[in-house]
């Protein structure tokens, strides 16, 4: 088998793509795969990292409104697309398969011009413009969630690393806390922005710490690369400070979702399939700027009580009046809700895209 897996820029696209090319690489170990990104994305450094080949096209972001980029977009794009189809006609793939981002559209349309068959899988709720052109031209489309609106569209979850997939909280916590220098007797909050953070988490949390630490809680804040700095000087001078943990971001985030009785993180889609897969309780903060899928990301989780959802502008309010403290200290509200978490939780994510790309492929 000979495919192509195309996409990048954010961790929300190539993560989905490392995980797809690891369920596949298990099943076909004389596979011969390519993944087409940009020096400028995620995927330079972690594509590598991976043991898979990068092959790099020139970046062409479908313009979104009129201006100076807008009318450089055209040359771009004959760029990008002339590069993505030498790829496809000297490898010959027997599939192309997108994730999403401005890698994926040039890449779609030369799998359209060389007759090569597409497969799309979309992560978020809101369908992105790569997607939304790549699926009207598709063999086979996948979701990661129900709500997602894409043509012929068939829910396979969100493709993750078996160890976030299947991840046993109960099983796996000691040795994590051991990892993490954490004690695993007491109620442990998970506060995780995403790789770069995200100041109104940081900012409202801390401002919580106080209260957290004087009930006996610990806590492992994730304050994204460039912003632990800020978050340590803030906690330092407080009574035990030792048990409030930062780190800038955690490679194995497996660890701190076992560790952890209840996190507060953005509504990433990745985030919230990896909350659930962990029957993990959630305090989701959906990003305030975009096209507002975060809030559609969390919208199945929350309505079936394994997450609640704050948004961004009141989270300092709601934290404030003692809702955060309130939710971690109650072992029997969070059994409830991880209960909850798990029965929407789809852990066979990268299986079912899989089976998705192989019954596309020409036997």
């Known amino acids: 088998m000979r ?3 195309a996409g990048g820029g954010t961790f929300g696209h190539v993560g989905p793509l490392l995980a797809t090319a690891g369920e596949l690489r298990r099943r076909h170990p004389d596979l011969d795969l390519r993944v087409i990104g940009t020096v400028e994305g995620l995927e330079a450094r972690l594509v590598p990292q991976a043991g898979l080949e990068l092959v790099v096209i020139p970046r062409a972001p479908l313009p979104r409104r009129p201006g100076a980029y807008a ?4 040359r771009l794009w004959r760029r990008a697309v002339v590069s993505a189809r030498r790829l496809l006609e000297d490898f010959a793939p027997d599939a192309v398969v997108g994730f999403g981002g401005y890698v994926a559209t040039p890449v779609y349309r030369a799998a359209a011009q060389v007759g090569v068959p597409i497969v799309v ?7 992105g413009l790569a997607n939304r052109w790549g699926a009207r031209r598709a063999a086979a489309v996948g979701v ?3 709500a997602a609106d894409l043509p012929g569209a068939r829910l396979v979850g969100m493709p993750l690393r078996p160890a976030l997939a299947r991840l046993d909280r109960a099983s796996a916590r000691p040795a994590a806390c051991a990892s993490l220098g954490l004690d695993p007797d007491r109620p442990t909050l998970l506060v995780a922005g995403g790789s770069l953070g995200a100041l109104n988490l940081n900012r409202a949390v801390v401002a919580a710490a106080p209260a957290l630490l004087v009930g006996g809680a610990q806590v492992l804040h994730l304050a994204g690369r460039g912003k632990a700095g800020p978050v340590r000087a803030a906690v330092a001078g407080l009574d035990q400070s030792e048990r409030y943990h930062v780190l800038e971001y955690l490679e194995r985030m497996e660890l701190a979702l076992a560790a952890a009785d209840l996190a507060v993180e953005r509504a990433g889609a990745g985030s919230v399939h990896e909350l659930a897969c ?7 903060v959906p990003l305030a700027i975009g096209n507002g899928e975060q809030r559609l990301n969390a919208a199945e989780l929350v309505a079936a009580g394994g997450a609640v959802l704050v948004e961004d502008s009141a989270l300092a309010s709601w934290v404030g009046q003692g809702n955060l403290a309130d939710l971690l200290f109650d072992p029997a509200r969070r059994a409830t809700m991880a209960a909850a978490a798990a029965s929407v ?14 019954a596309v492929v020409p036997k």
Request: proline share 11%.
């Open 121 to 127: 899988h979309e992560a978020n709720a809101r369908p």
């Open 3 to 5: 495919l192509v897996l």
């Open 278 to 284: 962990a029957a993990l309780p959630s305090v989701l």
């Open 345 to 358: 939780a789809i852990p066979d994510g990268a299986e079912r895209l899989a089976d998705l790309i192989e």
């Open 144 to 146: 990661a969630f129900a």
């Open 71 to 74: 009318l450089r977009f055209p």
